[in-house]
């Protein structure tokens, strides 16, 4: 009776696990240049494989010569950076997506989950096939800038939808884990913050991304190291844009700073409230520990930007400063926005009796 529940919720505990797996593999094409190692899809260089050597994809290219992408030609990739690509597209196509299906199709079969898992299920149906789209797009586009941006924040938005679902199975089965149950009174007058918090850190990273994708906009507040190129722009505290593309890099720390203030400031209001002995819940702490990550990562970005040397007349940085950059940054958005989706489905729905007793009271 209770197999179809327990394997859903088991099933999008592992679906989630090999999600955030396929945006690591993500981060981890983008540091290694591997972004257009297979310049056809969903096959690479005509083939299903990925060990493929520099004749034959020269060949490949002089058969196939609009698939050239933007470094000509005459550039090459290695078996590694080919199978970096080919792992995550395995890892998406032949695993994810038909996991997704079966959860989807074992929810409907399952009478005693509710309409808003079932919901939830379709909707991450949806995503996975969007995202597949968008991952053609991607390819086609030869990773442009704004592609794959897109395709990062749409990884995040099917990764919510999954945990959406394992939030309501999880409540209608009434197995709602301790380390979830937050204070339904101060979860109400936090509602509307955290999503604030949730959609900031949301447009942080998708400019992010879009900064790193774009060819220059790294040295665009200089190399010359603490505190010229970082904190300060151009050995400058304000820089005036001119250039969205260009100079994107600007607006991510606008944007970053302006997020960071907000969150020091909702950290200081918990603060005084749990300094009052009303609020000593464990909202407080998630939020604390997304704070403290978000800060952290703010130290991690700017290492990233100092790191820049240069090397054979060539300005480079220590690439995998960028993916931990972008791997914690993933981190944040999910924890505040899974904090969020806590409040909306298991909080605020199966607690609302209490809310209503106390406000009577």
């Given at each position: 009776?209770?197999?179809?529940?327990?394997?859903?919720?088991?099933?999008?505990?592992?679906?989630?696990?090999?999600?955030?797996?396929?945006?690591?593999?993500g981060?981890?094409?983008?540091?290694?240049?591997?972004?257009?190692?297979?310049?056809?899809?969903?096959?690479?260089?005509?083939?299903?494989?990925?060990?493929?050597?520099?004749?034959?994809?020269?060949?490949?290219?002089?058969?196939?010569?609009?698939?050239?992408?933007?470094?000509?030609?005459?550039?090459?990739?290695?078996?590694?950076?080919?199978?970096?690509?080919?792992?995550?597209?395995?890892?998406?196509?032949?695993?994810?997506?038909?996991?997704?299906?079966?959860?989807?199709?074992?929810?409907?079969?399952?009478?005693?989950?509710?309409?808003?898992?079932?919901?939830?299920?379709?909707?991450?149906?949806?995503?996975?096939?969007?995202?597949?789209?968008?991952?053609?797009?991607?390819?086609?586009?030869?990773?442009?800038h704004w592609?794959?941006?897109?395709?990062?924040?749409?990884?995040?938005?099917?990764?919510?939808?999954?945990?959406?679902?394992?939030?309501?199975?999880?409540?209608?089965?009434?197995?709602?884990?301790?380390?979830?149950?937050?204070?339904?009174i101060?979860?109400?007058?936090?509602?509307?913050?955290?999503?604030?918090?949730?959609?900031g850190?949301?447009l942080?990273?998708?400019?992010?991304?879009?900064?790193?994708?774009?060819?220059?906009?790294?040295?665009?507040?200089?190399v010359?190291?603490?505190?010229?190129?970082?904190?300060?722009?151009?050995?400058?505290?304000?820089?005036?844009?001119?250039?969205?593309?260009?100079?994107?890099?600007?607006?991510?720390?606008?944007?970053?700073?302006?997020?960071?203030?907000?969150?020091?400031?909702?950290?200081?209001?918990?603060?005084?409230?749990?300094?009052?002995?009303?609020?000593?819940?464990?909202?407080?702490?998630?939020?604390?520990?997304?704070?403290?990550?978000?800060?952290?990562?703010?130290?991690?970005?700017g290492?990233?930007?100092?790191?820049?040397?240069?090397?054979?007349?060539?300005?480079?940085?220590?690439?995998?400063?960028s993916?931990?950059?972008?791997?914690?940054?993933?981190?944040?958005?999910?924890?505040?926005?899974?904090?969020?989706?806590?409040?909306?489905?298991?909080?605020?729905?199966?607690?609302?009796?209490?809310?209503?007793?106390?406000?009577?009271?």
């Amino acid at each position: 009776m209770g197999f179809g529940r327990v394997s859903v919720e088991k099933l999008t505990a592992v679906i989630i696990g090999i999600t955030i797996l396929v945006i690591a593999a993500g981060g981890v094409i983008r540091i290694y240049d591997a972004g257009e190692s297979c310049p056809d899809w969903p096959t690479c260089f005509g083939t299903w494989g990925f060990d493929i050597s520099e004749e034959d994809q020269k060949e490949w290219f002089d058969k196939n010569p609009s698939e050239i992408d933007s470094r000509g030609s005459s550039h090459t990739y290695t078996s590694f950076q080919i199978f970096t690509e080919w792992i995550h597209r395995l890892l998406a196509g032949a695993l994810l997506g038909p996991l997704v299906i079966l959860n989807w199709l074992l929810i409907r079969k399952d009478e005693e989950l509710t309409n808003e898992v079932k919901l939830a299920s379709l909707i991450s149906v949806l995503l996975i096939g969007w995202q597949g789209f968008l991952g053609y797009v991607t390819v086609r586009l030869d990773n442009l800038h704004w592609s794959v941006a897109l395709h990062l924040a749409s990884a995040l938005l099917f990764l919510m939808s999954l945990v959406w679902i394992w939030l309501t199975a999880v409540r209608d089965k009434d197995e709602i884990p301790s380390w979830i149950e937050f204070d339904p009174i101060l979860a109400k007058r936090w509602t509307k913050r955290i999503a604030i918090l949730s959609f900031g850190t949301f447009l942080t990273l998708f400019l992010g991304v879009f900064v790193s994708t774009t060819p220059g906009a790294n040295q665009v507040c200089g190399v010359s190291g603490f505190p010229g190129s970082w904190p300060l722009c151009n050995d400058s505290i304000y820089q005036k844009v001119v250039d969205f593309e260009a100079q994107s890099q600007i607006l991510h720390r606008l944007l970053v700073s302006i997020v960071g203030a907000i969150l020091i400031i909702t950290c200081y209001i918990i603060w005084k409230e749990n300094n009052e002995g009303e609020y000593g819940t464990l909202l407080c702490k998630w939020i604390w520990m997304s704070s403290g990550l978000y800060f952290i990562n703010i130290g991690l970005g700017g290492l990233y930007v100092l790191s820049a040397k240069l090397e054979n007349f060539e300005i480079v940085y220590f690439e995998l400063l960028s993916l931990i950059h972008l791997l914690i940054a993933s981190l944040v958005f999910i924890m505040i926005t899974s904090i969020l989706l806590t409040i909306k489905v298991i909080t605020l729905n199966e607690k609302r009796h209490i809310v209503n007793d106390t406000t009577a009271q």
